[in-house]
């Protein structure tokens, strides 16, 4: 059975207003873009929109699809059981496995 991993990154959310966007916005893409930032952009306090990274949106989108699908869900869950059983492979074994498979 293949190695699944899920990795959760962690990003800075910053909320402003529709009229500072206005203002800042080549600055506030700027951040969005190169620093992974999402800014939520908010009318009349009330938060009406999200600005993110295109590579942020297509992991968003990449997760839901892993997290919607049943049979990758059922082998997750298999595989935790396993580990909380004790079972799996350590680190050491899987270096070795790694080692021989580079040749």
């Not at 293949?2 to 207003?17: G, K």
């Not at 082998?75 to 021989?100: C, F, I, P, V, W």
Request: no cysteine.
């Amino acid at each position: 059975m293949p190695l699944i991993v899920l990795v959760i990154l962690m990003t800075m959310t910053t909320q402003i207003s529709l009229a500072e966007a206005k203002a800042h916005l080549s600055e506030v893409v700027s951040r969005v873009s190169g620093q992974h930032e999402r800014v939520t952009v908010t009318v009349r306090g009330t938060p009406s929109a999200v600005l993110l990274a295109p590579e942020d949106l297509e992991s968003l989108e990449e997760t839901l699809a892993f997290l919607s699908d049943p049979e990758t869900m059922r082998r997750m869950a298999t595989a935790d059981a396993e580990l909380a059983e004790g079972e799996g492979e350590s680190e050491a074994d899987l270096a070795a496995a790694m080692k021989q498979r580079r040749g």
